[in-house]
């Protein structure tokens, strides 16, 4: 039996018919029993193989739940699930479609009881429902505008203190030039209340729904929208108010008939107070654009790593991806520098498996990699070095972390002695961080050596230079690939390692941050039959490590 066919069985069983006169997608009308009142709503199915979520519209909501204000969107939409918590099984559209129910009945339930007042002020912006725009002002600011950038891709609105800031989105001059001619001033609000609807205050459509909620906000808030509003007239009084749980604003629209009876700026204060009926809101959403905000959002409550002095000593093929991962985790943000090191130009045969592109060609990749941060991630403080790391110790000894990305074993050893030495003699040392490949790319390691305790990186090979912790099968044959004199003989490999090797390291650098670093000798095996498995784990220092026994011994 097919899905369309199930679904319309399950819902006809529940005594919800098909409105047919919709075309591009499935949908039932129906009513739910909602605290003992009858609430009619639609359930729209946009695709039968039950892709994504039915979405569940009230069709009454003034006359049904005209208290409701949580979770209720667009449209009269309801949010009562959220795709990433509630998935489908397309082998069971019955059930799966039961399970909905069940949900839209759990949160029609809730909303009706008022249970779910809080999720309004957590969730605010939602709530206000209206045009979204990105707020890029700082903390304190004294006069900004509203940009409309136009754009191959499609129009977007800026909120910001000057047009020389839409830089940051990749703009070229002639778009920059028409968004400043077309700009408009903003009256900016600040509340250090938390944002909400009550049962009697939402969304307002008018001025006069928008001045109350205003005053429930901050006394002498409307007074201030009404004083802003007149002094940008003739232009169109545009607001936004910013609090703790977000940024919203809008647009006041004057009626023609009214607009052409203002001769002067002083009667507009006198007509938006009697006429604010009249007076339409056009609501916007704002989403910040602060590096806070960005380089946070995804963390939870992981600290990203932003204020930390780092240093990534080579930005190859391992360090040009981590050094994109790096600046995408709040490095170089918040007081924090990144500093990239690397005394090599990308060259023709890098472009396979390196994360800059054809553009770089020729240029050194530290300075490569800086152009790309500072125009994907303009908050970035990030400095190039064209030299060798080893000219520059005073630097690396000032960082809070030194990453080695070089992946070459002799350039590794070197470092790592430098980091034993400068301990031995100030008994404190920037944390390192070794990453490389190992054979043929066919694992990734990275170590962590931030203390006597524990295992430098010389201590991961015998005396011998047998490796300690045994992960490359010898069978496995690793051969380098002979190229010109010039270019140099290089391991065979595609951008899938060393973007697995960026990964490992970056998570071990915010482990750190956050004060977790074991396992300090993590390893992934990429393929399997060339390597044997070594736990990931905090290794001892080796007594005869020719650079750290006596520093530990």
């Not at 607001?239 to 009667?267: D, E, S, W, Y």
């Not at 006198?270 to 007076?279: H, N, Y």
């Not at 992946?407 to 070794?434: I, K, W, Y």
Request: aromatic letters at 6%.
């Amino acid at each position: 039996m097919d899905s369309a066919r199930q679904i319309h069985q399950e819902m006809t069983a529940r005594r919800f018919s098909r409105d047919r006169s919709i075309l591009k997608s499935i949908r039932y009308e129906g009513v739910l029993d909602v605290r003992g009142r009858n609430v009619s709503v639609a359930i729209d199915f946009r695709t039968p193989h039950l892709g994504s979520l039915p979405r569940l519209y009230l069709n009454n909501r003034l006359r049904d739940l005209p208290d409701a204000v949580a979770h209720i969107e667009d449209n009269d939409r309801v949010c009562y699930a959220r795709e990433e918590e509630l998935v489908l099984d397309p082998h069971d559209p019955r059930g799966s479609v039961a399970l909905c129910m069940h949900k839209i009945q759990e949160a029609l339930d809730r909303i009706a009881g008022g249970e779910l007042q809080d999720d309004v002020a957590q969730e605010f912006p939602q709530h206000w429902q209206g045009t979204s725009v990105y707020i890029d002002l700082p903390p304190v600011v004294k006069s900004p505008s509203v940009f409309t950038v136009h754009r191959d891709g499609g129009d977007f609105i800026v909120v910001s203190e000057s047009s020389k800031r839409l830089k940051r989105f990749d703009v070229g001059d002639a778009e920059i030039k028409a968004a400043e001619a077309g700009k408009m001033p903003v009256v900016l609000l600040t509340t250090d209340q938390t944002l909400t609807f009550t049962r009697t205050l939402r969304a307002p459509g008018v001025l006069s729904e928008l001045l109350p909620w205003l005053a429930s906000v901050g006394e002498g808030l409307p007074k201030t929208l009404l004083t802003g509003a007149a002094r940008a007239w003739p232009k169109p009084g545009l607001f936004f108010l910013r609090a703790p749980n977000g940024t919203i604003g809008g647009k006041l629209v004057i009626p023609a008939p009214l607009a052409k009876a203002i001769q002067r700026p002083q009667f507009l204060m006198q007509l938006l107070q009697k006429k604010a009926e009249a007076v339409i809101v056009e609501r916007y959403i704002g989403t910040s654009l602060d590096p806070s905000f960005i380089y946070q959002r995804n963390m939870a409550d992981q600290p990203n790593l932003g204020g930390k002095q780092i240093a990534l000593v080579g930005a190859g093929t391992i360090g040009g991806w981590l050094a994109r991962l790096l600046a995408q985790s709040g490095a170089g943000t918040a007081g924090g520098r990144l500093f990239l090191l690397d005394e090599q130009s990308l060259q023709p045969g890098n472009l396979g498996r390196h994360w800059l592109g054809m553009p770089y060609i020729g240029m050194n990749k530290a300075v490569g990699a800086r152009k790309e941060l500072l125009r994907t991630n303009p908050d970035c403080d990030v400095a190039a070095i064209a030299e060798s790391a080893f000219r520059h110790s005073a630097l690396l000894a000032d960082c809070d972390l030194i990453i080695d990305a070089t992946g070459e074993q002799a350039v590794s050893d070197v470092l790592n002695a430098d980091f034993v030495q400068a301990r031995r003699e100030r008994g404190s040392t920037p944390t390192s961080l070794h990453v490389w490949l190992v054979g043929s790319g066919v694992a990734a390691q990275a170590l962590l050596a931030d203390s006597p305790d524990h295992a430098c990186f010389r201590c991961l090979r015998t005396a011998h230079g047998i490796e300690r912790f045994r992960l490359l099968d010898p069978d496995h044959q690793v051969a380098l690939t002979p190229a010109n004199c010039g270019e140099g003989s290089y391991f065979a490999y595609g951008v899938g390692a060393p973007a697995m090797a960026a990964g490992l390291a970056l998570q071990m650098c915010l482990d750190w941050a956050k004060g977790a670093p074991s396992p300090r000798l993590r390893t992934i095996r990429i393929n399997h039959e060339a390597t044997f498995e070594v736990k990931d784990k905090n290794a001892a220092p080796l007594e005869s490590c020719p650079a750290c026994a006596t520093a530990h011994g």
